[in-house]
């Protein structure tokens, strides 16, 4: 499951730092986790995208709307060490929304983002969830459903995919799934200088 994901992903996710304390004391922390989910419409007039102006634009802004909008309530959106918590919010972590057509009439979005881990909390009381569950409870409210120009797309299916990996900055490795530890260099390796510096997530990309 986590294959797929990580052919995109492993290249240019921002991660968090990992640090070694002494000679035989490693330290790890956790890795940052991404999420993928997947939106069918199954009743799509595919036919009619085309002629939607910035209609992968329109699309990505919407999508965002929907995930800040989840957000709001239950804190599922992630980001690197650099961002503040404003920054995170602002783009859910970082998130990539893509667009494919599957068939005739079936059109799918792909959204990958940084999350947090679970149990995410929620935004005003003392309750927790998970990413999936929530972003379920959101497909199911409607949340996904659009009364813009994507209301071309039609109704959801009731059910989203769901995915997930963990990854670690450059120059650490993953270890016990989900954390992070830095990787023992030979002394004076050149190779020291790309540790603690993040790299891009341009090329962050849903499947």
């Given at each position: 499951m986590v294959t797929n994901l990580q052919s995109i992903v492993i290249a240019s996710i921002c991660l968090v730092s990992v640090f070694v304390v002494g000679e035989n004391n490693e330290v790890t922390v956790p890795a940052v986790r991404v999420v993928r989910l997947q939106v069918d419409y199954r009743n799509a007039s595919v036919s009619d995208l085309q002629k939607i102006h910035k209609w992968n634009a329109i699309m990505r802004n919407s999508v965002l709307a929907s995930l800040k909008f989840i957000n709001k309530h239950w804190l599922i959106c992630g980001g690197s060490p650099s961002d503040s918590?404003?920054?995170?919010?602002?783009?859910?972590?970082?998130?990539?929304?893509?667009?494919?057509?599957?068939?005739?009439?079936?059109?799918?979005?792909?959204?990958?983002?940084?999350?947090?881990?679970?149990p995410v909390k929620n935004a005003k009381v003392g309750a927790t969830s998970t990413v999936y569950a929530v972003?379920?409870?959101?497909?199911?409210?409607?949340?996904?459903?659009?009364?813009?120009?994507?209301?071309?797309?039609?109704?959801?299916?009731?059910?989203?995919?769901?995915?997930?990996?963990?990854?670690?900055?450059?120059?650490?490795?993953?270890?016990?799934?989900?954390?992070?530890?830095?990787?023992?260099?030979?002394?004076?390796?050149?190779?020291?200088?790309?540790?603690?510096?993040?790299?891009?997530?341009?090329?962050?990309?849903?499947?």
């Open positions: 918590s404003s920054s995170s919010n602002a783009d859910c972590g970082k998130a990539q929304v893509t667009g494919e057509i599957v068939g005739d009439r079936h059109y799918r979005i792909n959204v990958t983002l940084i999350a947090e881990r679970d972003a379920h409870i959101g497909l199911k409210g409607g949340i996904f459903q659009y009364t813009n120009a994507l209301k071309t797309l039609g109704k959801p299916e009731p059910k989203l995919a769901f995915d997930e990996a963990f990854f670690c900055y450059r120059g650490a490795t993953l270890v016990d799934t989900d954390k992070c530890r830095k990787d023992r260099r030979l002394r004076d390796s050149p190779l020291l200088d790309s540790v603690d510096t993040p790299i891009p997530l341009a090329n962050l990309l849903a499947l």
